[in-house]
Every structure is written in structure tokens, then in C-alpha cells.
């Protein structure tokens, strides 16, 4: 014990030692953003003859010492906004996506590597072990690949945003000025972090240098992350400006510039956005290699990773519709009509086509749970009552789609006098749609729980009292749920929006309570027989790669109406953009660009598997004998 404890602290002295190596650059750079800012104001007061002029903050109200110029007032001219002969937007906006989807998968992937290789590290079976191992090590290698291609997207944006929009790029680098050389300087920690990481995987398998290796993985998803939320503060000051006067010009204050009023709920939404993204991605990857596996050894493999990467992906996907409504509450909150424009206006439709792919996701992660029950000797018990699953995620789904308005031609509008259906307009409020998509999660947590009790017997004393009692708390739980989507018909709007708050409160304690009754009641339980790995029917892999596209499409589409909820504007009351591209595209053709994003990122992923397959070392496996399917061993070495 002393032994293991003189190792573990000599990992944690590493470790801060390394941690401080790369963050040197970072920390030595802080101090210069005040002697910066403190000698820029004092220029300018020497120059204006020891007068300070002082602005108000257009968010926070406070007063500060102008220290930037005015935001331009741009011109529809070749100056401003140059002609290639083509819509400049168009471009922007595709360099922007793909830079967004391999940056969300780059951010995810990391997060998986360090949950998975700390199971291989805790867990005492070491054939699991080297099992976790191997997995982790496939996910980084395939996030590495990409990585790289992440920076070209990188600088192709940068490029993009300095040829085609100069005005408005040097406005904004100009703001963000004092923390500019610190997003570079922890994107070169992030990127020295990740290539110790992934070639040091083999030097550091055993002992303390493995707890070494773990700590590593914190390390870069702490880099990571923050250069995200640094990221996100350029999206948040253009939807909500903050720490500039109402002219643009700069106040001093950077984390007013940064800390806008949409930043937390925006790095919320991302996070559990990117780790549910990159989850599906992986289980995709893991889907085709399974369609195209020759021997049970390597289905099984393949079908255990897809297993993994969607159980992950879907922790994070549960959550994520809470963190949307954050979002846009918080966005109604800031400004009310960019909060109408949103859900109530002029992309209110856009949001119909959300909930439809949301419902989409959650589909298709029930049926592929109900796909994997059939490798569980066992959990055929559970067959007969998935109808009535179904049922309820059929009946929250077509709630959650019904439309309050209507998309028609000025002749529609006129015969039926005025955009409301006289049936479905009754109907599209925000708690009959809070209602199905509540009942939709606490159905998929209903899933999950039958799943991880498929081929297990609980042999506590109290187990038949523990399966009443959970029956009892899911009935009540859909019976609050529906009952406040219902109430909400008969009560003031204002008074229904907080009907939200239950509906939440109901569907999350069944997510944390019932999986916590339930691996309580399941140590120790009695297998019916192992999980036959690889026993799996193909349409479940087929649900898996409809789950992945399904989130990519979303994913184009959250990032056109964030965009779009600023019309005419640059930086939203503050910058106006006067380009011949300042309107509102239609429907349908941003659901043409979307898509054409969606398919331009996977053939490009598919490519990036592709390079990563040619790595690849031939990992010797064992199967254990008399278990057909089961998962295979990795080697020692990768």
C-alpha cells in the first residue's frame, strides 16, 4: 500500500509539473492583458489631453474608459464586402459548418478516451481491462486523424472570414484582441498535449505511468474545453453584445466581452451538443466496421464499441432538449423579439423541423435497445410489452411536431383568415410539447433500464417491492407529465411556460432515481448468460448510422438559426450588415445547404476512417471458449 501511494504521488507531482510546462506560455500572458489595456487607455488620454472619455455597457450598464474604436458602418461596395461572382454567405457558412462538425468531434472524442481508459483503469478484471484499453486507444487514434484536418478547417475559415467579410473580422479580432495570443498559445498546449497522449499510450501502459497517461487525458479536455468556451464567446457577443458602448467601441473590460448573456446556456448546449455528436459518430464508424466484418471475433468487437460510443452519446443526448429551452428562455430574457423571431416568427417552422429530428434521435436509440436485447438470453421477457412503448413514443412524438402555425401561399392564409389552423393551432403550445418530449426521454430511460436488467435476475430480499415500486414511480412520472401538458391548456400563456419546471424536475428524477434503484437491485443479481457480442441484427447498426446522420443534420440546422436570429446584423444591434446577402434564406434552401454540408462531412469522415484504418495494427484476439460472440482480448501492444 505504501508503495502504491509513494507512486500515485509521484504521478500527481508529474503531472502539475507537466500541467505547468504547458500552461507557462498562458499564465506569463496574463498580466499582460491589464498593462495592455492600462497603457492603451492611457494613450488615449494623453492624446485627448488627459480627458478620459468614459461609455456605457450597452448589457451590463456599467460605465468604462473607451479604449476601441466604433464598430464600421459598412457600405453594399467591393470594399466591404467583395463580389466573386458568387454568394460570399453560401461559402462562409460551409467553411463555418465543417469547421464546427470536426471541432465538436475532436472536443468529444477525448472526453470518451478519458471515461473509457479510466474503467480499464479502476476496474479489477484485467481481460475487461485491456478491453477498455484498446477501445480508448481506437477512439484517439481516430480523433488524432482528425484533428489535423480541424486546423486546415481552421485557417480556411480565418481565411474565408478575411477575404470576403474584412470589415466585420477586423472589428471583432479587434474586440477580442487581448485574449487572441491565448487561444493560440492553448491551442499549441492542446496540440502538444494530444500527440504525448497518443504516442506515449504504449510507454505509459503500466503502474503509475498509466495514471500519468489518465491525468494527460484531463489535461487535454481542460485545454479543450476552454478554447471552446473562448470560441463561443465570439457566437455569444454577436447574438448579445456585451462590454462595448452602444457605438461598438471597446470598454476595457474582456470578460464583460466574453461573459455575455447567452455564454453559459451557448457552452451548455455545445458541450452535451459535441459529446453526443462525437458518441454518434463513433457508433457509426463502429456500425460500418460491423457491416463489413468477415468473422464473429471482429463483429463482436465492432458491435461492443458501437454499444459504447451510443451509450455515451445518449447520456449526453438525454440531457441536451433541457439545455435548449435554457438557451432559448435565456434568449427571451435578453431581447423578447429575438426571442418571437425564434419560436414564434420568422423561424418558428425551422423549429418543427428540429423537434422532428429530436424525435428521430430518441427512435432510433429505443430500437436499437431493443435490437440489443436479443443478444441477452433472457430478456425476451420484455418483448411483449415494447408495443406499448412504442405507442408512447409515437404519441409524444406527434405532440411534439404539432405545429402552431402554418406554412401557406397568401391565398391559403386569406380562405382560412390568418395563419392559425382552426384544429392544430389549438394544440402547438409549448406544454403539450414540453409534455411529449419529456414523455419521449422518460420512455428511453425506461429502455435502457430493461436493457441493463435483460439477462440478470435480481436476488436481493426486497426485489419484488424494488420492481413494484419502480412501476409505480414510472406510471406516476407519465401521469404528472401528461396531466401538466393537458392543465396547460386551461391556464394564461405567461402562467404556462413555468409548467416546464415540473415536467423537468418529473422526467429527471426517473433518469437519476430509477438507474440508481435499479443498479442497486442488480449487484449481485443472477445472469440468465453472457452477452453475446455480435448476435445483432444488422438493422441495429442500421439505427446507430440513422442516429449519427440524424445529429449531423441538426446540428447544420441549430447553427443556421443561431445565426439567422440576428437578421440584418453583424453584431446584433451594434454592427449592421449591409452586404446584398443581408435576408433570411428559405426553408428550403437552407435544408439544401444543410444537407449538402451533412453529405460533404461524410464523405470527408469516411475518409478520415479511412487513413486511420491504414495504421492500423493486426491485434492478435482470444475468444474465451463455449461463449460464442464473445468480445475479443486485445494484445497487450497496439
Partial sequence: MGLLAGKRIFSIVALCMM????????VVALPSLAIGEETHAGDAAKKDGDKVEKGRDVYYKTEGIVSGAPAPKTTDGVKDYPRYNFESRVLLWFANQQHLYYGSFVLAVPIFCMIIEFMGVVTKDKALAKRYDQLAYDFIKISLTAYSLTAILGGILIFTFLTLYPAFFSYLSGIFRPVMHIYALMFVAESGTLYIYYYGWDKMREGFLKWIHLSMSVVLNVIGTLLMFLANSWIGFMMSPAGVDEQGRYLGNIWHVIHTALWNPLNLHRILGNMAFGGGVVAAYAAYKFLASKTD?????????????MALGVAFLIPLPFAGYWLMREVYAYRQQMGITLMGGLLAWLFIIQATMIGILFLSTNYYLWQAMGRMRGAEKYQRYIKYLVFLLACGYMVFITPHTMVMT????KAMGGQQHPVLGNYGVMSAKNGGINVIITTT??????????????????????NIFMGVFFACAYFNIIFLAVYGYYIPANVRVGLSVPQVATTLSCLFFMFALNSFMMKGAKQMGPIEWGKISARSQYALIMLATAFTWMMGLMGYIRSSVRLFWHVNEIMRDNSPWAYTHTVGFAANMISANVLFFWITILFVFWLGSLTAKKVPVESKAGIPGSVPQPAPSH
Fill in 19 to 26: 500541467v505547468g510546462l504547458l500552461l507557462l506560455p498562458v
Fill in 445 to 466: 430511460v425506461l429502455s435502457f433500464v430493461w436493457y441493463m436488467r435483460g439477462n440478470k435476475v435480481s436476488t436481493v430480499s426486497w426485489a419484488k417491492f424494488g
Fill in 410 to 413: 397568401p391565398a391559403e392564409l
Fill in 297 to 309: 471475433e471482429d463483429r463482436a468487437h465492432y458491435d461492443w464499441m458501437g454499444y459504447i460510443a
